[in-house]
């Protein structure tokens, strides 16, 4: 879920769309699209809402991201440390499907409530969800963040900004009768401004402050008039809520009928639980361990937007953490903490991160703790908007999973319970609590692509990409300056190194033409943190140039060194 600052006056529309340093969402789109980024699916059919494919860099770098969370979370679990038991974090990797029996959904809750309240406008037949209204009128209403440029800033010293009638009338003619035909304030100016005035200008109950009013013209004031919370596309009706299924729906089998009825998962996390039982038998694992799981997941989402961060495909990479129950809240500030760090690693500045607990009113019946990783991407800012979710489940599922499938999930642990006179223990059965860092790959990548966005007029690519070497798409270039007197075979010698080197990494890229700022412009674009120049100098005395993609500086190294310069700076 978006946080909105709404408390913050900053976070005020009219406020928001001039927050210094935030980022032009719709240059870093198209950067993504120019560069291979990030393509619109199925775009020469017009696209399809919600959908989103990778080009060959983006392809490249969800890689890295996913390769990186892998590598961090399963094969060497939050990087070697201990965990609050005082042993090595364990964790093992499944793989597990996307169609699941549809009991699955039934037992983790998601037939019965996985849904959103919707309401539709009687007028334009759009949708709105009911508990995000005033949200969506901030964001993406035209015709609500136009009239409130309409409003008077707030005299010096007061929080209550003036009321213009005449403006105001101008608007509900002009804009107005263009942008919400079907606005009070449109349909009858004279009887609701009469109206706003008394409310605003100095009379009592006046509202504190600019997103209290705009509240008002959008609500209140249109009770008076028929219309209470007016459609934030055209100001018309919106009807009551009605509850909005989020699973997409489809047939295994050749029968297309409810008995056949199966669902494309909401969420990765389900496969782990119902194979928990297996992972214990078969394995090796003993409590407290991990279970990680990436993959797509899917949810028919009613309004996506924000390029890919509310799409309706889109890829999860899930760990589910069992432990034993009472050192389940020290797991939960384990991987807690651990997964901030883990994205501030990988290139989110510290400044756009933040670890937001949930109120106690916003958590499962079942939960003693959940918090977002949030970053405060473009079109958030200054707000933040949910990164990762890492949530103590206790063992709500795995008990759910019990008592739907009649299998019995608990766990004996044989190093609890009373201790024998042969100094072994009795054990104990339980059913692990879980803690579950539950992180978005995509919108993983979205943020880091966000973070990396650089513009800097003076230089000759006046937008770069400042990527993390791990998650880079290009990890090196290697050019000749010129294309003759031996430069390009040499190049070619270096680059065949990198390349068997470091090319299960990324790509090591090579270009012999256009002149060298034309390519280092090109590769600066993309991301790539290094290029390696031959030149004149490198055929007397075997050194080439290093230029950082972040400062421009250029530096001389031997060519037999330039493996082990990449080596460490890739983190080797
Ligand atoms: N198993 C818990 C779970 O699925 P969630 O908060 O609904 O929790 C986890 O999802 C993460 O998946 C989110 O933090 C977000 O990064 C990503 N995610 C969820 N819905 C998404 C959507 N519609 N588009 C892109 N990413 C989404």
């Known amino acids: 879920m978006t946080t909105p600052a709404s408390n913050d006056p900053a976070s005020q529309p009219d406020?928001?769309?001039s927050v210094p340093g935030r980022k032009p969402m719709d240059a870093i789109m198209s950067l993504c699209k120019r560069r291979g980024f990030i393509y619109q699916a199925s775009e020469i059919y017009g696209g399809i809402n919600g959908f989103w494919d990778y080009g060959p860099l983006g392809a490249l770098m969800k890689r890295n991201l996913r390769e990186a969370w892998w590598q961090d979370m399963i094969m060497n679990p939050a990087w070697g440390r201990k965990g609050p038991n005082g042993e090595a974090v364990r964790c093992v990797p499944v793989e597990t499907c996307i169609i699941q029996h549809p009991k699955v959904w039934e037992a983790s809750g998601h037939?019965?409530?996985f849904a959103d309240p919707m309401r539709k406008c009687a007028k334009c037949g759009h949708f709105v969800r009911a508990d995000q209204y005033w949200d969506t009128l901030v964001e993406s209403s035209e015709w609500f963040n136009s009239l409130i440029q309409e409003f008077e800033p707030a005299p010096m010293g007061t929080q209550t900004p003036g009321l213009d009638s005449s403006r105001m009338m101008k608007w509900a003619r002009g804009k107005g009768k263009k942008l919400a035909p079907n606005l009070a304030l449109v349909r009858n100016p004279e009887v609701t401004l009469s109206w706003l005035a008394t409310r605003v200008n100095g009379q009592p109950n006046v509202p504190p402050d600019v997103q209290e009013i705009v509240r008002h013209v959008a609500t209140e004031q249109l009770n008076a008039t028929g219309l209470q919370e007016p459609c934030p596309r055209c100001g018309g009706e919106l009807g009551a809520p009605a509850?909005?299924?989020l699973m997409f729906e489809t047939w295994a089998g050749l029968t297309q009928t409810d008995d056949n009825k199966v669902y494309l998962r909401p969420e990765t996390a389900q496969g782990i639980f119902v194979q928990f039982k297996n992972v214990v038998d078969t394995t090796r694992v003993k409590i407290p361990f991990g279970i990680g799981n990436t993959g797509k997941s899917f949810r028919n989402e009613i309004t996506p937007r924000n390029f890919t961060f509310r799409s309706r495909e889109f890829e999860q990479a899930?760990?589910?953490?069992?432990?034993?129950?009472?050192e389940s809240h020290a797991w939960y500030q384990f991987w807690r903490d651990f997964r901030m760090e883990w994205w501030r690693s990988i290139g989110l500045s510290s400044d756009n991160l933040i670890l937001r607990e949930h109120d106690k009113d916003e958590l499962s019946h079942y939960s003693t703790g959940t918090c977002d990783v949030e970053y405060r991407f473009p079109f958030t800012a200054p707000g933040y908007g949910e990164l990762e979710g890492v949530a103590h489940r206790g063992n709500f599922d795995l008990t759910q999973h019990q008592k739907h499938s009649g299998a019995k999930l608990e766990y004996f642990d044989q190093e609890r319970g009373e201790l024998l006179p042969n100094g072994s223990r009795k054990g104990e059965r339980y059913l692990p609590h879980c803690i579950e860092p539950a992180a978005g790959l995509d919108r993983g990548v979205l943020a880091l692509i966000c973070e990396a966005y650089t513009?800097?007029?003076?230089?000759?690519?006046?937008?770069?990409?400042?990527?993390h070497p791990r998650i880079a798409p290009i990890k090196a270039a290697v050019f000749p300056l010129v294309n003759k007197d031996g430069m390009p075979e040499k190049a070619e010698a270096l680059h065949a190194e990198l390349n068997?080197?470091?090319?299960?990494q990324g790509l090591i890229e090579t270009d012999p033409k256009q002149t060298i700022g034309?390519?280092?412009?090109?590769?600066?674009?993309?991301?790539c943190p290094y290029c390696f120049t031959i030149d004149g100098q490198t055929m007397t005395d075997q050194t080439i140039t290093v230029r950082d993609r972040d400062t421009g500086s250029q530096e001389r190294?031997?060519?037999?060194?330039?493996?082990?310069f990449l080596g460490e700076k890739l983190g080797e």
Do not use: N, T, W
């Open 318 to 326: 899930e760990l589910e953490f069992f432990c034993h129950p009472d």
């Open 243 to 245: 509850q909005f299924k």
């Open 518 to 527: 034309k390519r280092y412009a090109r590769m600066d674009e993309a991301g």
């Open 111 to 113: 037939l019965a409530g």
């Open 15 to 17: 406020a928001a769309a």
């Open 455 to 467: 513009v800097d007029p003076a230089r000759p690519s006046p937008e770069f990409m400042k990527f």
């Open 557 to 564: 190294i031997a060519i037999d060194k330039v493996a082990e």
């Open 500 to 504: 068997k080197r470091f090319g299960r």
